[in-house]
């Protein structure tokens, strides 16, 4: 490695709490693999034995770490016996740091998944329970399906939670020693809980435990909303379709103006005098007219910053919320504070909007509800200053079973999007010619199936992931390494699934490395590079060979949201069939992208440290809410009458 890399390295790393010093786990996995010959010789009943003996340990006051050891190469042999899986000295070492409260960074394909069982089980053991929080429903079916005869086998219960599982069948998962889930239905379980009229209803018992996997997205990517329980939809004497009418008439930057990063947007004087006008209002600024003044802010919101087809979709006559990190339609989220409305209206569909809110938590102050967490990703040193801010938890770096040999090549930038594609569409068939298995990752559905169909007139069969069920994605993209397979995939669908080589059957997979494995293209850069990162790991895992590319244009939407080709000096542009190729604007792209990434950081920063004040509030009604509820039974009928006789006059 050159000096200057290495000093480059080391500046940015200064403010960053990630450490790859190892020793403090690698020393006690050396002493896991020691009790290795002693714990083959072992029968099942025999495992078992020891199994029950660890647990009452636990229960009789021992401290866990005193049991690490025995715990972990029990749980090694078991996967073997069990799964037929011998964990790497890697996933010890991981395992290792999980239980220390760590984010841990593991690359894809590493096997994550196994690794969190040795916490899980240890952990497991006092009986207070222990939360795996995945990424989405399937991830959590799967993985509690694919573990369980590991943790059954050593007398431990487990359960999985689906969005769409009964109050009974959610008690019962919750109960079990382990548990798998989203970190939003746990959410969500948890505000149904504290809203709760009778005991009956509380379908969680007290945090302990939890583990997250792909920490990244959960802990930081969906952070940036807060979790909100709606009720009742709001009445209102407005025309929405009409105040949304009176949008579409309005110009931007005559009427109407953002702010630096479009994120806000404002009514100029001529926007104001054409409102008052048209909705026969002496002063829109009264307090009186706030009404109407919001729901015209709304109306453009919804105008201007809201695309279909790339943040929604119309499906039954009904809005359907893209989620921006995954492509896929998230149900039954809708946007708050009357923008839900505004895009209803812009739509002319039937305004069935998000209501009032009767409970809301950060998934920051939820999190931190749990006296115990750690996590892992294959992106985390990245945040690593997030994880600490938001969660006092440091973040340690487990390097590769086999290293990465992944051939990441330098991004190729266009003037024009249209360009941009004609280019990678030759790309693409010129590799597809040779058998060598595609997948390309684009930002939204829209985006996906303009591809998809320039594909399909050139005579490119293709599969398409957008805003589809977890289930079918997952497979989809199992077998995207198969020979010839053109996968193109919105953003990260499919996340948590390992893209084999030749497959989930592996047929042709040394000729499939012969071609160079799986190709990742890019079609564009994210507001963060952890996830364009994410979009490379999929190529390369445990040691495999693969290429990654990145094809963008200036007028992509994070290049067109931030301005940047305004920015650009014209003596910097040196084109060539209409490819830029200057190295300073590829590094001025790559600045946008860490200035992006530290706005981000900021809002959620702000969101978290404004709800800290009314988080404080709700923790001390909810105290005194349980005590009536749990320990004042006497009294309960009356304050139930009493709290169903407000709700009734409220809604």
Known sequence: MK???????????????????????????????????????????????????????????????????????????????????????????????????????????????????????????????????????????????????VYNFLGLSVGFITQKMSKQQKRDAYNCDITYATAKEVGFDYLRSMIAYEKDDNVLRPFNYAIVDEADAVLIDEARNPLVLAGNIIDSNLDFYQVADFAQTLESQKDYDTDEYSRNIFLTETGIEKAEKKFSVQNLMDDENLGIHSAINLALQAKELLKKDIDYIIRENSIKLIDEFTGRIVEDRKWRNGLQTAVEAKEKIKINSEGTVLNLITLQHLIQKYPKIAGMTATAHQSAEEFEYFYKIATVVIPPNKNCIRKDLPDRLFDTKKEKQKVLLEKVRKVHQTGQPILIGTLTVKESEELAVIFKNNQIHCEVLNAKNDELEAAIIADAGKISAVTISTNMAGRGTDILLGGKEGISRNKIIELGGLYVFGTNKHESSRIDNQLKGRAGRQGDIGISEFFISMEDDLMVRYKLKDSIPKRIKKLTNNQLKNKLLLNTINHIQRVIEGQMFDIRRTLFDYSSIIEKQRVILQNEREKLLYQLDFVMPHIISIFRHEKSSRF
């Open 3 to 149: 000096p200057q890399i290495k000093i480059k390295e080391f500046i940015n790393n200064i403010n960053n709490p990630t450490s790859h010093d190892l020793r403090p786990f690698k020393s006690i996995v050396v002493e896991i693999k020691k009790q290795e010959s002693f714990i083959k010789r072992k029968s099942d009943d025999e495992l078992q034995e020891i199994s029950n003996e660890l647990k009452s340990q636990l229960r009789n006051g021992i401290e866990p770490n005193l049991l690490l050891v025995d715990a972990y190469s029990l749980v090694k042999e078991v996967c073997n016996r069990k799964l037929g899986l011998n964990p790497f000295d890697v996933q010890l070492t991981g395992a290792v740091a999980l239980h220390k409260n760590r984010i841990v960074e593991m690359q894809t394909g590493e096997g994550k998944t196994l690794t969190a069982v040795f916490p899980a089980y240890l952990n497991a053991l006092s009986g207070k329970g222990v939360h795996i929080l995945t990424f989405n429903d399937y991830l959590a079916k799967r993985d509690s399906l694919w573990m369980a005869p």
